[in-house]
Structure formats: structure tokens, C-alpha cells
């Protein structure tokens, strides 16, 4: 029976395309409305670990993903139910274009899926620079697409001047479209250091005090906070197909401890994945493979999570007490689950630049830098064997992105097997990969594993039987 929400304030900041400025007028947004007093949760669509590090850091609260392609419709409804309760606003940063997603032909798997299932109304970024009564043409378009989409208003970046934002505000006006919400002079917020991922993560790098002042700055005298705070405000109840189902707001009694690697080397991680692992009594404890020299005592389990382990590789090869810590728990029987970058780090070790470093070599084969993305989009994951997370049969989606290679396959090496059967989304091309041997489970993959809690439920059997 469907189920009806208090309205709770929301909207989202969706772009025309990629580049066109709109994770930093989100960070900008968010600084901004923290110093008016208000409570920001924030959300990030898509499988982005990056640019959702950054929104926690500036909003003070963790950051969460909403993938329609990965998780689901009743997943995505559930997830933001149970977040925004205690906030004044939830802000939802979108991916790529807001039409652009995992279908050239629909919105699946794209920002307006997101906006049309939560009912969010839409500040679309536009990259105004050379543009005046054009700016209308283009909004228009994207106010009409999809029937379900509500566009707030226009925020335009790179404006070049007063005169210029009162040309596109007549525009919009004239038009009969979404007001203008905001005009962002060219070269008024602070460039954000980046590099092969995207941004460099929050983990590494944190945005400085001084750099959020003059976001928050940037927003409070160029965007016209007090109608955006009224367009956000001015929504319908979200109505859910079902009563919200707690599903991160209630933690149990810890029962098991799982050692998750978290530094500047290793810091991709979903956060429901790490708070449903708690609800449902599993206790993660951080560590630090680049500083630290023993993996906690008394855990049942290694989580290596996806990260930069090539940007990192000198000092994590130099760290001999811990790659021989990492060794020794690989033996133990106890479960052990490494991503992209986790796989790296168990590997012999990574080669880039004509340096070879060494890691942990536990998987049989050496990983290698290339100049070019290897891999980046959507991924279904069909298990060909019984494993950590699902019996043979079992499908997951995920993603890839990674600039690393294997240089061959651990398949059929001292008692490795290929257990995933990969399909791609967008070729629909099949390939072999995840790597498991006994109760070791290795792959490029990042799953999302917390819209699967049956595979959350495993895990953790798993980890209570000691493998």
C-alpha cells in the first residue's frame, strides 16, 4: 500500500552536461546554506565516490549514493526516506547531463530518474558563457523531455557580467520557463584540484576553510538562495510504494569485526554498505595499510576497498610488516574481499613510469599502469561459483573505473578461479573476472552490495564462521 511522507525539502543540481561547473556550485550551495544554519544532507548520483567525499566534508554529514541502474527504484526511495528525517534540505548533486545515463534512449540510470522518482525539482547548470536568448532554446528542451522532470529554475555559470545574467534572466522570462536562479561569474569560484579519477579525493586533500568561505561567498552573493530555498521547499510529499523500512537509520548489538583498510590509499567505500554492515552486527575497524604495521587484533574478516594504491605504491611496498601482516591473514581462512584498488595492493605489484613496487602477492599476477582509462561504466556481475557474497546464479550490479591492468589472468594459477561472468551495460559484452581462491574474493568491481541485503547477510555469516 503506498505510503505518503511529509514533504521535506529537496532539490537537486543537475547539469546540461558534464563540465559545466556543477559539483562545485553544489559544494558552494552547501557551504552557503551551512553558514545560514540549516542542516544539509546531501546525496550524489551515480556510482561517485570523489565528488561525495567533498559533500561530506562541507555538509559535516556523510554523503550517500542514489543509482537507479545499480540499486533499484524501492532501494533509492528508501535510502533518502531514512536519511533526511532530521534535515532542513537535502541537496542531490547529479551525474553527467540529467538526461545522460545507462540508456541513450530513456532515463534509466540517469540524474532525472532520480528527480522523477523523489520528485525533485531540478536546478539545471548551464554554461551561459556566449550565450543570451539561446539560453532559453536549451532550457526549454530539458524543461520538456521528460513530463515527470520539474526543472526549479536555471543557475548560469561562467555569466560574464550584470548585464549579461539581466539578458538571460528576460530570456527565461519571455519564454515562460524556470527562473533564473543564479549567475555565476567567470573565474569567481576557486578551480578544484583534480587529477586521472576526477577530483582528488576529500581523503587526501580536503577542501581548505578558506576555500569553502569563498564558495559559500560565491553562492550567497551570485545565486539567489532565498527563491532556490523556496523552490526546494515547495515540493509534494514523496509517496512510497511501502512504509519506510529503516533500512540505515537502526544499528544491533555488534557480533563480528571486519578489518576495512581506509587511508589516502584505500578511501572508496559506500557508506550504507558500511552502516548496514553495522545494523546487521558487524562492527568495521578502520586500519591503515600505508601506516600502520599490524592489521587489527581479533577481527573476522579484510575489507581493501577501491583507492589510489598506484599514487601511493613507494610507500605501501616500503611498508614490509604490514604486506606480511596482509600475507599471513590471507592464510588464515578468515574471508577476505579487496576491490579495484584492493586488488592492486594483493597482487605481486603494480608497474608504472619503468618502476616495478612490490605488494602483498597474493594474487599471481603483476598490475600495470596505462596512459589510458582501461575500463569505466556500468557492470552485471553473474556468479559462475558459490562465494563470499551469493551462491552460483547469483547477479549483482556494480561498476568499473580503473586506468590499471592485469598482465594476465590469475584463472587457473595455484588454485585461482574466475568466478564473476562480467557483462558490460552499454556492448553487452562478456568477460571473466573476479578472482577467488578458497574464501579470498578479488575483482575490479566495486558492487554495490547494501541494495542486496541477502548478500549483506552472507558476508556476514560468513565472517561469523570464520570462513
Not at 500500500?1 to 556550485?25: C, D, E, N, Q, Y
Not at 543564479?182 to 576526477?198: C, F, N, Q, T
Not at 587484533?297 to 599514487?311: A, K, R
Not at 619503468?354 to 599471481?364: A, M, N
Amino acid at each position: 500500500m503506498p505510503v505518503s511522507l511529509l514533504s521535506r525539502a529537496r532539490i537537486m543540481i543537475a547539469g546540461a552536461h558534464s563540465g559545466v561547473g556543477k559539483s562545485t556550485l553544489t559544494l558552494a550551495l552547501v557551504a552557503a546554506l551551512r553558514d545560514r544554519g540549516l542542516k544539509v544532507q546531501t546525496f550524489k548520483v551515480g556510482p561517485d565516490y570523489l565528488d561525495a567525499g567533498h559533500l561530506a566534508h562541507v555538509s559535516g554529514r556523510p554523503c550517500f549514493n542514489l543509482d537507479g541502474w545499480m540499486c533499484g527504484r524501492h532501494y533509492v526511495e528508501q535510502v533518502f526516506s531514512s536519511l533526511t528525517d532530521d534535515a532542513d534540505i537535502s541537496i542531490i548533486e547529479g551525474v553527467m547531463g540529467l538526461f545522460d545515463g545507462s540508456s541513450s534512449d530513456s532515463i534509466c540510470g540517469s540524474s532525472a530518474e532520480i528527480a522523477a522518482w523523489l520528485d525533485v525539482p531540478v536546478a539545471l547548470v548551464v554554461n551561459t558563457h556566449g550565450m543570451a536568448r539561446s539560453v532559453a532554446a536549451l532550457v526549454k528542451g530539458y524543461n520538456e523531455l521528460e513530463p515527470a522532470v520539474s526543472l526549479a529554475g536555471v543557475l548560469a555559470n561562467r555569466c560574464g557580467s550584470s548585464s549579461h545574467a539581466e539578458l538571460l534572466a528576460a530570456a527565461l522570462m519571455a519564454a515562460d520557463l524556470p527562473p533564473l536562479l543564479g549567475a555565476i561569474r567567470r573565474d569567481s569560484v576557486p578551480e578544484l584540484p583534480g587529477r586521472h579519477l576526477g577530483l582528488i579525493s576529500s581523503g587526501e586533500q580536503a577542501l581548505s576553510q578558506e576555500t569553502i568561505r569563498s564558495l559559500a561567498e560565491t553562492a550567497e552573493q551570485q545565486i539567489d538562495l532565498d527563491l532556490l530555498l523556496n523552490r526546494a521547499r515547495s515540493v509534494n510529499p514523496i509517496v512510497l510504494d511501502r512504509a519506510p523500512d529503516d533500512t540505515l537509520s537502526k544499528l544491533a548489538v555488534k557480533a563480528v569485526r571486519l578489518a576495512v583498510a581506509y587511508d589516502e590509499a584505500f578511501q572508496f567505500y559506500y557508506p550504507d554498505f558500511l552502516m548496514l554492515l553495522e545494523r546487521k552486527g558487524c562492527t568495521p575497524v578502520f586500519f591503515s595499510p600505508l601506516r600502520d604495521k599490524t592489521v587489527p587484533d581479533d577481527v573476522d574478516g579484510l575489507y581493501l576497498g577501491g583507492g589510489y594504491p598506484e599514487v601511493y605504491a613507494e610507500a605501501l611496498s616500503g611498508n614490509s610488516p604490514m604486506l606480511q601482516e596482509i600475507r599471513s591473514f590471507c592464510t588464515s581462512g578468515k574471508p577476505v574481499y579487496a576491490e579495484c584498488g584492493g586488488l592492486i595492493y594483493l597482487s605481486q605489484g603494480i608497474e608504472q613510469e619503468g618502476e616495478k613496487y612490490s605488494f602483498v602477492g597474493e594474487v599471481p599476477v603483476w598490475a600495470k599502469m596505462r596512459n589510458k582509462r582501461k575500463a569505466l561504466g556500468y557492470v552485471e556481475v553473474t556468479l559462475q561459483q558459490d562465494s563470499l557474497f551469493g551462491s552460483c546464479g547469483s547477479v549483482f550490479r556494480g561498476h568499473e573505473f580503473h586506468y590499471s591492468e592485469l598482465t594476465g589472468s590469475p584463472a587457473g594459477v595455484d588454485g585461482w578461479e574466475a568466478v564473476y561472468q562480467l557483462k558490460q551495460n552499454r556492448t553487452g559484452r562478456y568477460s571473466a573476472e573476479g578472482y577467488q581462491r578458497g574464501n579470498i574474493l578479488a575483482g575490479y568491481v566495486h558492487l554495490h552490495l547494501a541494495s542486496r541485503p541477502e548478500a549483506v547477510d552472507r558476508f556476514i555469516g560468513k565472517l561469523r564462521e570464520g570462513g
